[in-house]
């Protein structure tokens, strides 16, 4: 049985909503999560943007609010993440 609806499976962003002093730290947080369960496949910006609009009428300042439209732009900016860069290691290396 499905708590929220098909961008919100989990209902993470709705609950969030809904907690009184809610702060930006545990609004990323719950974004994270809520993120992480997105399904492969699915365009992340496209699902992020059709679940803010259903709140930001009712709460633009609301700090889920302002998560989601940092989430938008972050997406919007891909950059490389961690791992190592250069050649690959071979037998003449210095070990």
Same mark, same amino acid.
């Given at each position: 049985?499905?708590?929220?609806?098909?961008?919100?499976?989990?209902?993470?962003?709705?609950?969030?909503?809904?907690?009184? /002093?809610?702060?930006? +730290?545990?609004?990323?947080? %719950?974004?994270? !999560?809520?993120? =992480? /369960?997105?399904?492969? +496949?699915?365009?992340?910006? %496209?699902?992020? !943007?059709?679940? =803010?609009?259903?709140?930001?009428?009712?709460?633009?300042?609301?700090?889920?609010?302002q998560t989601l439209q940092e989430g938008l732009k972050?997406?919007?900016?891909?950059?490389?993440?961690?791992?190592?860069?250069?050649?690959?290691?071979?037998?003449?290396?210095?070990?």
């Amino acid at each position: 049985m499905m708590k929220g609806d098909e961008n919100d499976p989990k209902a993470l962003i709705r609950e969030a909503y809904n907690i009184d /002093g809610i702060t930006s +730290g545990e609004c990323r947080s %719950i974004f994270l !999560d809520w993120a =992480l /369960g997105v399904p492969v +496949g699915l365009d992340t910006q %496209i699902v992020i !943007d059709t679940v =803010l609009q259903q709140y930001i009428s009712n709460a633009p300042d609301h700090p889920m609010t302002q998560t989601l439209q940092e989430g938008l732009k972050t997406l919007d900016t891909p950059r490389r993440r961690g791992g190592w860069r250069g050649r690959p290691r071979g037998d003449n290396d210095i070990h």
